[in-house]
């Protein structure tokens, strides 16, 4: 499975807006 850069970058503001929740 290959995800385009819009999707990894999705994935990493998700993460760093959520990282706080963790």
């Avoid at 499975?1 to 963790?22: C, G, Q, R």
Wanted: net charge neutral.
């Amino acid at each position: 499975k290959s995800a385009p850069n819009s999707d990894t970058l999705w994935v990493h503001l998700f993460l760093n807006n959520h990282s706080w929740i963790f």
